[in-house]
């Protein structure tokens, strides 16, 4: 049964800094890519990050590039997005993704709050 659970989400005051994390299971984690997309009330899901099957590349949406880093450890099936700097704009479900050429998976979401 393939499975991705997010954890790692929260109410966090603006400036400050969560870890996400994706754990997956049911599939071979290193043959996919992994991606983060979040969707805010009322608007549609967007990409935030992205990160190929071996970690070697990443991509950003302009809106994180600087306070955002996406990484993966293969070894444990996790992909892994540090956020930094947050803004009341960060807030969010953040869902993550796993993408082959013949498949695609996403997780339930975790909830990312970002409030004084």
């Known amino acids: 049964q393939v499975q991705l659970v997010e954890s790692g989400g929260g109410l966090v005051q603006p400036g400050g800094s969560l870890r996400l994390s994706c754990a997956a299971s049911?599939?071979?984690?290193?043959?996919?890519?992994m991606n983060w997309y979040r969707q805010a009330p009322g608007k549609e899901r967007e990409l935030v990050a992205g990160?190929?099957?071996?970690?070697?590349?990443?991509n950003y949406a302009d809106s994180v590039k600087g306070r955002f880093t996406i990484s993966r450890d293969n070894a444990k099936n996790t992909v892994y997005l540090q956020m930094n700097s947050l803004k009341p704009e960060d807030t969010a479900v953040y869902y993550c993704?796993?993408?082959?050429?013949?498949?695609?998976?996403w997780g339930q979401g975790t909830q990312v709050t970002v409030s004084s």
């Open positions: 049911g599939f071979i984690f290193s043959h996919y890519a």
């Open positions: 990160i190929t099957s071996t970690g070697g590349s990443t």
């Open positions: 993704m796993g993408r082959s050429v013949w498949y695609t998976y």
